[in-house]
């Protein structure tokens, strides 16, 4: 096979697809960064329903889907506050299938894949012993990913520098690029570490969506607190995949100003229940 040939194939596959897209709306805390995707929504979401229904046949198969009924009510009651908020940053979320699960597992690990496919670990509701609050903080970051489309997004950068391989592979004969791509969509949401734009572009639409919704969004502080408390004795599996930096607590600082006045409104007009 012609080496030259197989370089430019890739090429032309990759800039028939590659396309600069907004995802969200800036919201109050402002996130306008463009992004360069390889690969479409559709596709990417239909993968990660794949998967999800995967995962939720084999908890629920090994008896630890959905175990508590108080812990699921707990958090489907969080997740449906926060899910009409959405629409602040992209029309579509609205209607996408949302779907919240508690799994029964020790480890604090919680994750919202492409579309709307939510899983939060027992593990982390009761060792940060989570407030409402702070669960909110949690749930609304992951969202942040899944509105941002971060994995639809890390996914076209790794097929940048795979590209070559993939199509040459696929020439060969090798099988298809999108042979597992569900796969990929899972491990890229659970398994690899986010990079500090994504990480920060998430704490903000998270922390904006938990104040919409009537949540104390300095509860988005004191969780990351807790995470790093718990970091010395049993580094939480949340924290591989959502690293830590230095800036992380004062950016935070200074986008709960901007969405404190969103909160208040959102208390005042009774969309919090009473006496959390
Ligand atoms: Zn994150």
Redo the contacts with the bound molecule.
Sequence with gaps: MNRKLIVLAACAALSAGCETVDTTKAGAVGVERHQRMALSSAQVNAEAQKAYAQMMAEAQKKGVLDRDAAQVARIKTIVGRLIPQTTAFRDDAAKWPWEAHVITLDEVNAWCMPGGKMAVYTGLINKLQATDDELAAVMG?EIG?ALREHTREQMSQQMGTQAAIGVAGALFGLGDVGQNVAGMVANVTMELP?SRT??TE?DRIGVELAARAGYNPQAAISLWQKMEKLAGSQPPKWLS??PPHADRIADLQNQVQKVMPLYQQARAGGTASAGK
């Design positions: 970051h990913h986010k994504h990480e998430a995949t959502h």
